[in-house]
């Protein structure tokens, strides 16, 4: 157990330092090589070219796309070809798993597989240097959510343009509060700028899953489609906007974004109070509780996180 609770808290925090002091060039030189390697079927991340101006990247990491630092250069690949190439104007994010979208960070892998990395061209951490870029890239990012979008999957999604999702099978949480930990890619900058103080402060809070529906009702997707639905009329609008042209959505996204998103240094503060967060005796007792549990080895755990951090605050009897 305290190899768990140990690497849980180490690792997460090495996100945090890893790229201080280091050179730009190291990095892009990083991205060209993960840019190269993203289509292999193997990634986390898979990169399909429906059309050039329409991409795809498919999410399948089974069995519950749990998001960890092998992840951070593939994702990064894929954001650095949004940002680059000159002809893509739409980009949807999916699944390939089955009742899961994209999940929590990962917990287990050795410290050295995040720490070596450095931080992103904004001179944020990784993963919240990515999202940042994803919101800020000339091009139109879409989630369609099928399946649970839990903590990072929320913030991905939080980070995109537009999100849809399954009426039936759509799940988005902000979990962490659950394990005494503080989400760090952005959603308390972002939830309260779609859905007002109020429904923010209740899904940060609470910790509870959201369902399509009234994620739709409190503004945290643009709409829940029955399932049966969600896969041609996302793959519809995404093929009409990927039809206009390039510089006008850029310019129109540009100047929503001056008005909607928030700054950099918003973004930088939440990674900053997650690290802290990480760090306390109770959240590490938490994690440790819910690794004993099953976190990321039993579906069920997976399925119904809310009731299971609940169960780790409890003393045992």
């Known amino acids: 157990m305290k190899m768990h609770l140990l690497t849980a808290a180490v690792l997460v925090a090495g996100l945090a330092t890893s790229g201080a002091g280091l050179a730009a060039d190291p990095a892009a030189q990083a991205d060209s090589t ?7 079927k193997t990634d986390q991340f898979r990169l399909q070219r ?33 940002e680059q190439d000159p002809d893509v104007r739409v980009v949807v994010f999916d699944s390939a798993v089955p009742g899961f979208f994209l ?39 879409i989630v369609s959510i099928r399946g649970r979008a839990t903590g990072v999957g929320s913030e991905l999604a939080l980070a995109s343009d537009m999100r849809f999702a399954s009426r039936e099978k759509a799940v988005l949480s902000q979990w962490e ?27 940060l809070l609470s910790g509870n899953d959201i369902d399509g529906e009234l994620a739709e009702r409190y503004g945290y997707v643009n709409r829940a489609l029955p399932d049966a639905q969600l896969d041609a009329f996302v793959d519809k609008l995404a093929r009409r906007i990927s039809t206009f042209d390039k ?4 310019d129109i996204k540009g100047l929503v974004n001056a008005n909607s998103l928030p700054s950099n240094e918003e973004i930088g503060k ?7 967060s990480v760090g306390r005796p109770s959240t590490q007792q938490r994690i440790g509780r819910l690794m004993e549990f099953g976190l990321q080895t039993n579906r069920e755990v997976e399925v119904h ?6 169960k780790s605050g409890t003393p045992e009897k």
């Open 247 to 250: 510089r006008a959505i850029a």
């Open 34 to 40: 993960e840019a190269r390697r993203v289509d292999k």
């Open 177 to 203: 509060i659950g394990a005494g930990l503080v989400p760090g890619g952005g959603p308390m900058a972002r939830l309260p700028r779609l859905m007002g103080r109020g429904r923010a402060l209740e899904v």
């Open 270 to 276: 939440e990674w900053d109070a997650f690290i802290g």
């Open 50 to 82: 429906i059309t050039p101006g329409y991409w795809r990247v498919t999410i399948d990491n089974p069995p519950f796309n749990i998001y960890g630092p092998r992840a951070m250069p593939q994702l990064n690949a894929v954001i650095t070809q949004i």
């Open 103 to 141: 999940t929590h960070y990962d917990f287990v892998p050795p410290l050295e597989e995040s720490t070596e990395m450095p931080a992103g061209t904004t001179g944020l951490p990784p993963l919240p240097d990515m999202l940042v870029r994803l919101s800020r890239a000339p091009v139109v990012s």
């Open 305 to 310: 996180l809310p009731d299971y951090t609940v």
